[in-house]
């Protein structure tokens, strides 16, 4: 017959019923009101393969303290209590410890009553006059209990993986935009009017130039001077616009001055103080060396931007096969479950961790409302990397 469960199932994969190999006793509630049919059940118990550890109850009353007092893992109970039936114990159930399976014990008779306890929600029903089948019916209950909350975890994953998924291709379009719309902004207003300007002092230069006999000499070098000078801003706008798109330092000297590059603009920029410690790096792949300097990058402006903080650091060195990168900051902290997937410093740090990701690296963050924040990076070097 289909087994039916609840839609509550726990969250942990190492919670004793869904980790069939676990050698931990799982925390059966009974609730059966005679005495011989209590010990009965508690001799088939026994005979489980999977550790039970049995508190029995005789009275609705009784079920629903001991509910309120421990959530049980699993739960079997007579169909006719003195105080009631199964059909409210399971309301109770519901209620307070909703992941908890729920076997019926029924009586002579009561084969026809079993079979809509099994349509309100039950795991499984099983005859008293065939409890001696209790321990291949409770492994088919936590199979089937098993399977359906891996699923249900398993779907819940992927749908929050998803949701990640789609707010970082919206975030990344957008930046693409933005990066776009800063760039036409910085050609047209900076490159713009200092070209122009420059065209205007070399058309003034022109004129003295011709006009021999009226030439002013001090005016025609001190304009010179402003026209290299303003060259020479012109240069170094270039230079900047270029390395906001790609970071050519990468290729011009490594990784190393990359990183110490960014930590130096950090601290020219901020009132804060970020501190550097780097050891010295093996040849890495070109996707790496990006990967991991958009990293600092990213971190280094959520600091900025977000975390109010006075004092950061960045650290890197190489241990036992792996790139070690940690980078925090003694700043405001964030609340994890609170932080919202569309905010910028939460995609910042989902972009982080799929840079991770796609290295077989090790992403992990620590942090807490007022106590700083601060990021692990572990990336496993190989003849590859």
Known sequence: MELQM???????????????????????????????DAAIFEGAAARCRRN????????????????NLKKPDLICADHLLPDGNATEAMQLKND?????????????????????????????YISKRRLDQFPMALDNVLEAYRNR???????????????????????????????????????????????????????????????????DTVGTQNKLKELVDLNTD??????????????????????????ETLVQDFNKNEKGLCGLHMDTLPELKEDVRTDVFRIVQEALTNISRHANANFAYVRVSCSIGKLILEIGDNGKGMNHSQEPLESTAGLGMVGMRERVRNHGGIFTVNSQLGGGTSILIQIPLSSKT
């Not at 942990?12 to 011989?36: T, W």
């Not at 508190?55 to 001991?66: D, G, I, N, P, Y």
């Not at 019926?104 to 039950?122: H, K, N, P």
């Not at 616009?241 to 990784?255: C, E, H, M, T």
């Open 6 to 36: 609840g839609s509550s199932f726990p969250e942990d994969r190492n919670h004793p019923l869904l980790n069939e190999g676990s050698n931990e006793a799982l925390d059966l509630l009974h609730l059966e009101d005679n005495d011989i």
């Open 52 to 67: 039970l550890a049995v508190r029995r109850v005789s009275t609705l009353s009784e079920f629903k303290r001991e509910l």
């Open 96 to 124: 307070i410890s909703p992941q908890s399976p729920f076997i019926v014990i029924t009586g002579a008779g009561e084969e026809e009553l079993a079979v809509d306890y099994m349509r309100s929600g039950a795991a499984d």
């Open 149 to 215: 909350a891996l699923r249900h975890i398993a779907e819940q994953e992927t749908e929050r993986l998803n949701g990640e998924l789609l707010a970082l291709i919206r975030h990344v379009e957008g930046e693409r935009d933005e990066e776009k719309r800063s760039l036409s902004r910085d050609i047209h207003d900076q490159l713009g009017q200092g070209l122009t300007a420059l065209k205007l002092g070399l058309f003034w230069v022109d004129r003295q130039l011709g006009d021999h006999a009226n030439m």
């Open 234 to 259: 012109i240069i170094q706008q270039v230079r900047d616009i270029s390395r906001s798109l790609r970071p050519v330092v990468l290729d011009q000297v490594g990784l190393s001055a990359g990183i």
